[in-house]
C-alpha cells in the first residue's frame, strides 16, 4: 500500500511508522549559510562514483585496445570482470572461462598479473597456475589511484573518501553552496531573520546530462506520466549543480586516462551508492528527495548493504517482509523491541536516512593485507614457506608504492594468520622493527620468525596439519618522523573504526554484519596507544571474519562453494587482496551481544 510520503510535521517520529519525515524540509538561510554544512545539514550533496567493469577498463586501457572489443579478466578459470560489449554476448561473471568463449568466440581474455616466488615484481606469465602464483592487482590499484588524483585536482573543494578500488564518495555539499551564492545574488542577501525561508526555486533544466530518477515510477512505467512533477526545491537546484560537477570529473577522468564512470547523486551515502546503478555504464543518476520513497518502496531489502545476510534473513522472516515498503509497517518501537536499540538504523536507512559522513581515509595506521587460499593445503611447515615469501614481496612492494605518496611510512607490527582445515583461524603477531632497507627478505624472515612459532617446524608440526589460507600483513602503519599534526591525526583518526560512524570504545569495535562487539584478541589497559590497539585489533577481526565465514558454510548446502571470507559485507579497515579459493573451519562459541542476542534467542 503507497501511503502519502509527507506526512504532518506534528507526528512523533517514534509513532510514524511510514516515517519519510525528512525529504521536504522547510530551507532557510540559516541551512543554507550554515558554516560547516554538516550531516544534518538539508543542503548535503553526496555522489558515489564507480567505474564501468573496472579490471576489464584497466587492462582494455594497459593494452590500447578498441573500447568495442568483448574482453574479460580471468582469475585461474574463473571471470572477475566483463567489459560491456562482452555483457551483450550474455556473458556474465557466473561464467566459466570455456562457457563464455562459447557465447563469444571472438573474446578477448586477459589473465589478471601474478606473483612467482622469487619475483619482485607481478607480471602477466602465459600460463600462471594457482598451486604456484598469487594474484596481484596492483596494476588496478595504481590506476584507481590515478583516477582519484584526477578527482582531487578538478573538485579540490570537496571532500572525497575512496570507498574500494573502483569507487569513491565525494561531498560535494561546500562547492555547491558557493556556486548557488554565485549563480543565484538573492541567496547571498541575508536577511535579518536567519530562519526566514528562502524565495521559491527556480526551474531545472536536467539536459541529457544526468538521468533523473522519477518521482512515480511504477505510473510512469504504466503509461506516459500522469504524475504531476513537483515544485522544484533548492535541494534540487543543489543536486543539479552536484551533477554538472560530477559529469566535468568523468568528462576529464574519460579523457585523460580513458575510463568511463557511473555514479549516482543524491542527499546521503547511502542513496547516492543506490542510485549509482539506476543506470550503466557511462552514466549518472540524480535521486531527488522527492523520488525517495518511490525508489525505495518496490526495493527488495535484503539487497541492501548490511541487510543481505542474517539480519535481512531474520526481518523478512520476522514481518513476512521482501521489499522496503513492507518493512515501512513496522514502527521503531517495535523493531527496537525486537532487534535492539541499535536496529534504529536499519529503519532509518529504510527511509533513506544515512548520516555518515564522507571523509577521506588517511593512509596512516591502516593495515596492509597479502593473502593467499591454498588449493593443495600445505601439510608441512616448510612447504609454506614458498607462500610466505611470495606475499613478502607483495607487502614490500606495496609499502614501497604507498611511501611514494606518504614517505616515512613503516608499520609498527607484522601479523601472520593462518587457517587449517576445519579448525579455526589463528593469528600471531609482533613488533616489526625498523631497518633503513625494506626488502622482501626483511618482511620475509619476520613472517617465517611468526610462522615457527604458530604453525611450527617439520619435527614439532602434528603430522595431519593442513594449512588452507595464508595471510601476511602490517597493521599501525604509520608515517616515522611526521610532524606533530600528522601524529596528531593520526590518532584521532584511528578510533573511528566502525562503518556505521558510530564511535568504538577503547576495547573494540562493532561488527557491521551481526552487530557483536569485536574485542582485541588480550585484554587492553584503558591508557593503550592507539597503534598497539589497532595492532590487537588486526587478528580480532580476523578471526571474527573467520567465525562468520564457518557460520555462512554451514548454512550452505553441500553442493554450493562457499563464500570466500573477503566477500563478506563487512569492510575491514585495510587494504588486502586475496586469492579466492576454499576453505573449511569449524563452528566456534562466541557470546552474542546486540542484534545478534536476537539469534541466540532463537
Ligand atoms: N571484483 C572482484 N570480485 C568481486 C567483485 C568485484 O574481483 N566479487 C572486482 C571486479 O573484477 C571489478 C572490480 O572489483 O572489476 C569492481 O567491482 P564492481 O564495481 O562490482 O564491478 P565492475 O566489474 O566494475 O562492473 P560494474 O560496471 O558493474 O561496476
Ligand atoms: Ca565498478
Ligand atoms: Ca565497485
Same mark, same amino acid.
Given at each position: 500500500?503507497?501511503?502519502?510520503?509527507?506526512?504532518?510535521?506534528?507526528?512523533?517520529?517514534?509513532?510514524?511508522?511510514?516515517?519519510?519525515?525528512?525529504?521536504?524540509?522547510?530551507?532557510?538561510?540559516?541551512?543554507?549559510?550554515?558554516?560547516?554544512?554538516?550531516?544534518?545539514?538539508?543542503?548535503?550533496?553526496?555522489?558515489?562514483?564507480?567505474?564501468?567493469?573496472?579490471?576489464?577498463?584497466?587492462?582494455?586501457?594497459? #593494452?590500447?585496445? +578498441?573500447?568495442?572489443?568483448?574482453?574479460?579478466?580471468?582469475?585461474?578459470?574463473?571471470?572477475?570482470?566483463?567489459?560491456?560489449?562482452?555483457?551483450?554476448?550474455?556473458?556474465?561473471?557466473? /561464467?566459466?572461462?570455456? /562457457?563464455? @568463449?562459447?557465447?563469444?568466440?571472438?573474446?578477448?581474455?586477459?589473465?589478471?598479473?601474478?606473483? *612467482?616466488?622469487?619475483?619482485?615484481?607481478?607480471?602477466?606469465?602465459?600460463?600462471?597456475?594457482?598451486?604456484?602464483?598469487?594474484?596481484?592487482?596492483?596494476?588496478?590499484?595504481?590506476?584507481?589511484?590515478?583516477?582519484?588524483?584526477?578527482?582531487?585536482?578538478?573538485?579540490?573543494?570537496?571532500?572525497?573518501? %575512496?570507498?574500494?578500488?573502483?569507487?569513491?564518495?565525494? /561531498?560535494?555539499?561546500?562547492?555547491?553552496?558557493?556556486?548557488?551564492?554565485?549563480?543565484?545574488?538573492?541567496?547571498? $542577501?541575508? =536577511?535579518? /531573520?536567519?530562519?526566514?525561508?528562502?524565495?521559491?526555486?527556480?526551474?531545472?533544466?536536467?539536459?541529457?546530462?544526468?538521468?533523473?530518477?522519477?518521482?512515480?515510477?511504477?505510473?510512469?512505467?504504466?503509461?506516459?506520466?500522469?504524475?504531476?512533477?513537483?515544485? =522544484?526545491?533548492?535541494?534540487?537546484?543543489?543536486?543539479?549543480?552536484?551533477?554538472?560537477?560530477?559529469?566535468?570529473?568523468?568528462?576529464?577522468?574519460?579523457?585523460?586516462?580513458?575510463?568511463? !564512470?557511473?555514479?549516482?547523486?543524491?542527499?546521503?551515502?547511502?542513496?547516492?551508492?543506490?542510485?549509482?546503478?539506476?543506470?550503466?555504464?557511462?552514466?549518472?543518476?540524480?535521486?531527488?528527495?522527492?523520488?525517495?520513497?518511490?525508489?525505495? *518502496?518496490?526495493?527488495?531489502?535484503? @539487497?541492501?548493504?548490511?541487510?543481505?545476510? &542474517? #539480519?535481512?534473513?531474520? #526481518?523478512?522472516?520476522?514481518?513476512?517482509?521482501?521489499?522496503?515498503?513492507?518493512?515501512?509497517?513496522?514502527?521503531? +518501537?517495535?523493531?527496537?523491541?525486537?532487534?535492539?536499540?541499535?536496529?534504529?538504523?536499519?529503519?532509518?536507512?529504510?527511509?533513506?536516512?544515512?548520516?555518515?559522513?564522507? &571523509?577521506?581515509?588517511?593512509? #596512516?595506521?591502516?593495515? !596492509?593485507?597479502?593473502?593467499?587460499?591454498?588449493?593443495?593445503?600445505?601439510?608441512?611447515?616448510?612447504?609454506?614457506?614458498?607462500?610466505?615469501?611470495?606475499?613478502?614481496?607483495?607487502?614490500?612492494?606495496?609499502?614501497?608504492?604507498?611511501? $611514494?605518496?606518504?614517505?616515512?611510512?613503516?608499520?609498527?607490527?607484522?601479523?601472520?594468520?593462518?587457517?587449517?582445515?576445519?579448525?579455526?583461524?589463528?593469528?600471531?603477531?609482533?613488533?616489526?622493527?625498523?631497518?633503513?632497507?625494506?626488502?622482501?627478505?626483511?618482511?620475509?624472515?619476520?613472517?617465517?620468525?611468526?610462522?615457527?612459532?604458530?604453525?611450527?617446524?617439520?619435527?614439532?608440526?602434528?603430522?595431519?596439519? @593442513?594449512?588452507?589460507?595464508?595471510?601476511?600483513?602490517?597493521?599501525?602503519?604509520?608515517?616515522?618522523?611526521?610532524?606533530?599534526?600528522?601524529?596528531?591525526?593520526?590518532?584521532?583518526?584511528?578510533?573511528?573504526?566502525?562503518?556505521?560512524?558510530?564511535?568504538? +570504545?577503547?576495547?573494540?569495535?562493532?561488527?557491521?554484519?551481526?552487530?557483536?562487539?569485536? @574485542?582485541?584478541?588480550?585484554?587492553?589497559?584503558?591508557?593503550?596507544?592507539?597503534?598497539?590497539?589497532?595492532?590487537?585489533?588486526?587478528?580480532?577481526?580476523?578471526?571474527?571474519?573467520?567465525?562468520?565465514?564457518? %557460520?555462512?558454510?554451514?548454512?550452505?548446502?553441500?553442493?554450493?562453494?562457499?563464500?570466500?571470507?573477503?566477500?563478506?559485507?563487512?569492510?575491514?579497515?585495510?587494504?588486502?587482496?586475496? +586469492?579466492?579459493?576454499?576453505?573449511?573451519?569449524?563452528? *566456534?562459541?562466541?557470546?552474542?551481544?546486540?542484534?545478534? &542476542?536476537?539469534?541466540?534467542? &532463537?
Amino acid at each position: 500500500m503507497l501511503s502519502p510520503s509527507r506526512k504532518g510535521k506534528e507526528k512523533a517520529v517514534d509513532n510514524d511508522v511510514d516515517g519519510f519525515l525528512d525529504i521536504n524540509p522547510i530551507l532557510t538561510y540559516r541551512h543554507l549559510h550554515a558554516k560547516n554544512p554538516g550531516v544534518r545539514s538539508p543542503f548535503r550533496v553526496v555522489a558515489l562514483c564507480d567505474s564501468d567493469a573496472f579490471y576489464a577498463a584497466c587492462e582494455r586501457v594497459r #593494452l590500447k585496445l +578498441d573500447p568495442e572489443l568483448p574482453l574479460v579478466v580471468q582469475q585461474w578459470d574463473a571471470l572477475i570482470a566483463v567489459s560491456y560489449p562482452a555483457r551483450k554476448f550474455g556473458i556474465s561473471r557466473m /561464467d566459466k572461462i570455456r /562457457d563464455a @568463449k562459447q557465447k563469444c568466440p571472438d573474446l578477448v581474455v586477459v589473465h589478471v598479473a601474478t606473483f *612467482r616466488e622469487g619475483d619482485p615484481e607481478p607480471g602477466y606469465w602465459p600460463n600462471p597456475n594457482t598451486l604456484t602464483h598469487k594474484v596481484s592487482l596492483d596494476h588496478y590499484r595504481r590506476e584507481s589511484a590515478k583516477i582519484i588524483a584526477v578527482f582531487k585536482e578538478i573538485i579540490p573543494e570537496a571532500e572525497i573518501e %575512496k570507498a574500494s578500488i573502483d569507487e569513491a564518495f565525494v /561531498d560535494f555539499s561546500i562547492p555547491v553552496r558557493n556556486t548557488l551564492l554565485e549563480r543565484y545574488p538573492i541567496l547571498a $542577501e541575508v =536577511p535579518e /531573520d536567519l530562519d526566514t525561508p528562502l524565495p521559491p526555486a527556480p526551474a531545472i533544466d536536467w539536459g541529457d546530462l544526468s538521468a533523473v530518477v522519477p518521482v512515480n515510477p511504477e505510473a510512469d512505467e504504466a503509461g506516459p506520466s500522469t504524475t504531476p512533477e513537483p515544485a =522544484p526545491t533548492w535541494h534540487d537546484v543543489a543536486l543539479s549543480i552536484g551533477a554538472e560537477l560530477m559529469a566535468k570529473v568523468r568528462k576529464e577522468v574519460l579523457e585523460r586516462l580513458g575510463y568511463t !564512470m557511473s555514479a549516482g547523486i543524491s542527499r546521503n551515502k547511502f542513496l547516492a551508492k543506490l542510485s549509482a546503478s539506476y543506470k550503466k555504464p557511462n552514466s549518472q543518476s540524480v535521486l531527488r528527495n522527492a523520488a525517495i520513497p518511490g525508489y525505495l *518502496r518496490p526495493m527488495q531489502f535484503r @539487497k541492501i548493504r548490511f541487510l543481505g545476510g &542474517k #539480519l535481512g534473513k531474520a #526481518l523478512a522472516e520476522e514481518y513476512d517482509a521482501s521489499t522496503v515498503g513492507d518493512l515501512h509497517t513496522i514502527s521503531l +518501537d517495535e523493531m527496537q523491541r525486537k532487534f535492539g536499540e541499535e536496529s534504529v538504523w536499519v529503519w532509518e536507512v529504510l527511509r533513506g536516512i544515512d548520516r555518515s559522513e564522507v &571523509k577521506e581515509k588517511s593512509v #596512516l595506521n591502516k593495515s !596492509m593485507l597479502a593473502s593467499k587460499n591454498l588449493p593443495r593445503p600445505v601439510t608441512k611447515p616448510s612447504e609454506g614457506i614458498h607462500w610466505l615469501r611470495v606475499l613478502a614481496s607483495e607487502l614490500a612492494l606495496r609499502l614501497h608504492e604507498a611511501r $611514494e605518496t606518504t614517505p616515512g611510512l613503516w608499520p609498527k607490527t607484522i601479523v601472520l594468520h593462518t587457517r587449517r582445515g576445519w579448525q579455526a583461524g589463528r593469528s600471531r603477531q609482533q613488533a616489526f622493527p625498523f631497518s633503513r632497507n625494506l626488502t622482501a627478505d626483511v618482511v620475509s624472515s619476520a613472517g617465517e620468525k611468526l610462522w615457527r612459532e604458530s604453525v611450527g617446524t617439520d619435527a614439532t608440526a602434528p603430522k595431519d596439519m @593442513k594449512v588452507t589460507h595464508i595471510m601476511l600483513g602490517f597493521s599501525g602503519i604509520a608515517a616515522l618522523g611526521a610532524g606533530q599534526a600528522g601524529i596528531e591525526g593520526f590518532f584521532t583518526n584511528s578510533n573511528s573504526n566502525s562503518t556505521n560512524g558510530e564511535p568504538s +570504545d577503547n576495547q573494540g569495535e562493532k561488527c557491521t554484519r551481526c552487530g557483536a562487539q569485536i @574485542k582485541p584478541l588480550q585484554e587492553l589497559p584503558s591508557d593503550v596507544d592507539d597503534e598497539t590497539r589497532e595492532a590487537a585489533m588486526v587478528g580480532a577481526r580476523l578471526e571474527h571474519e573467520d567465525w562468520h565465514f564457518a %557460520k555462512d558454510l554451514a548454512r550452505q548446502p553441500p553442493t554450493s562453494s562457499p563464500s570466500p571470507p573477503h566477500s563478506s559485507p563487512k569492510k575491514r579497515k585495510s587494504s588486502s587482496s586475496s +586469492d579466492a579459493g576454499n576453505g573449511k573451519v569449524k563452528k *566456534r562459541k562466541k557470546e552474542p551481544v546486540g542484534i545478534a &542476542k536476537y539469534f541466540a534467542k &532463537k
